[in-house]
């Protein structure tokens, strides 16, 4: 049994000079780099999820674009997974969960983008698939969004689905309890 890092769409389209710009995209992508470099230290297992947008006249992650590419940062290595997805759930319609029974994981470690989305969607589905789901919060970034004629900054958001993510279906933590 082991920890899988499963790093969950940083893109380049989340970035600054990207359609969709997160909040604290630049700083996530760095604490995701140095777990991803910590999980390789130890040997463990990777798997990178990237999303693809498939509809007509999508504006962001579109395949074959730069913006649809993962950030260099995290870039995988020979013998890393690469899953492709086009649901906001990286298990939906993805053999990620194969691939996780394949090197009989136990416990996820989840990073990625967006918080409020397909971190969400995938931290829930792994809880309800029975994984013991660690999410490090800082290695994760979130939009600004509108609702109801509010705009909620993109910290807050973030802020928000951690706090909910925390509260039943992973453990929230910052990179640096697991590092060490």
Do not use: W
């Amino acid at each position: 049994m082991s920890r899988v890092l499963v790093i969950v769409d940083i893109q380049r389209d989340y970035f600054p000079d990207g359609a969709h710009p997160l909040v604290g995209a630049d700083e996530a992508a760095e604490r995701a780099a140095e777990l991803l470099a910590h999980q390789r230290e130890l040997g463990l297992p990777v798997i990178h999820v990237r999303h693809e947008s498939r509809e007509a006249g999508a504006s962001m992650l579109v395949p074959g674009t730069a913006g649809g590419e993962i950030d260099g940062r995290l870039a995988p290595r020979d013998g890393e997974h690469v899953v492709t997805k086009t649901h906001p759930n990286s298990f939906l319609d993805t053999p990620l969960r194969a691939l996780l029974d394949e090197v009989a994981a136990s416990e996820l470690l989840v990073v990625g983008m967006m918080s409020s989305m397909c971190v969400d969607a995938t931290v829930r589905a792994a809880s309800d698939f029975g994984y013991r789901v660690t999410v490090a919060a800082d290695a994760c970034a979130a939009p600004d969004l509108d609702f109801d004629g509010v705009r909620v900054d993109g910290a807050r958001v973030h802020a928000a689905f951690m706090a909910a993510l925390g509260s039943a279906y992973a453990r929230v933590v910052p990179s640096r309890e697991l590092i060490g």
